[in-house]
């Protein structure tokens, strides 16, 4: 069956594959499925169509024959429990990287998200540069924890699972900011992902996408 994907017809990072829908490629490439990928216009994706889809008129979405998704870590979960790949078969591994899924979209994506609203939404406002701080500390707090807590393993817990694939998708967002620079060990994890074949072939396509 065709898998559908969405994607901003031309996302406002230029290919520099910030936008979520290179996480769910990403994952479609490491569990080697086919896909196709929808542009929307900003104002394409507040109309109904789109809405039909995931009713926040947000990219990414999933389609595949009926199957009709959206949230990118419910989209990658999907992929890594219908395909070989990315979620070990032993059921508490298996569980743990889910945790580690969930981890990264609400525990460590969230004060990013802030830093990132702190620079473009709220930059221009009296109280912008004050703020400032305050947000990059709470961002560095988190990432000192996962830090502490990924010491200088490879991966999470045993093979490369979803759960490096969204916690790094996650920390890339932070790459520019220097952040991660305190981090050696965070650097080298994200380094590591972003070697991978499947992660190239990810970034390479949603980059044609946003060039074309
Ligand atoms: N929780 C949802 C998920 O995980 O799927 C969040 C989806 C989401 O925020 N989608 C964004 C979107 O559709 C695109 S990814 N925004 C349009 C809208 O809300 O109207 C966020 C994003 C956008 C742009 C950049 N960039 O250019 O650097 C990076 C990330």
């Known amino acids: 069956m ?3 994907i969405t994607a901003f017809h031309r996302s406002p990072d230029g290919g520099r594959g910030l936008a979520r829908d290179t996480r769910v490629r990403w994952a479609l490439e490491e ?3 086919p896909y196709e990928v929808r542009g929307v ?3 394409a994706l507040k109309e109904p169509a789109h809405l039909a889809l995931n009713p926040f008129g ?3 979405t999933y389609e595949e024959g009926g199957l009709v ?3 990118s870590g419910a989209i990658v979960l999907h992929i890594a429990e219908r395909h070989t790949g990315l979620l070990p078969e032993e059921s508490d591994a298996r569980a743990r990287a889910i945790a580690w899924m969930f981890a990264a979209v609400n525990s460590v994506e969230p004060p990013i998200l802030e830093l990132e609203t702190a620079k473009f939404a709220d930059g221009d406002k009296p109280w912008g540069a004050d703020r400032m701080p305050l947000v990059r500390e709470r961002v560095r707090t988190r990432l000192k924890q996962f830090a502490a807590h990924l010491g ?3 991966w999470l817990d045993g093979d490369f699972s979803a759960g490096d694939l969204m916690m790094v998708s996650v920390l890339l967002r932070v790459k520019s900011s220097g952040l991660l620079n305190d981090f050696p060990n965070l650097t080298a994890y994200v380094a590591r992902a972003e070697a991978r074949p499947a992660y190239k072939r990810a970034y390479d396509a949603q980059h044609a996408f946003n060039t074309r």
Do not use: D, H, M, S
């Open 58 to 60: 947000q990219i990414p």
């Open 41 to 43: 216009t900003f104002a």
């Open 152 to 154: 200088e393993r490879p």
């Open 31 to 33: 569990v080697g499925q």
């Open 2 to 4: 065709t898998i559908t």
């Open 69 to 71: 998704l959206f949230e």
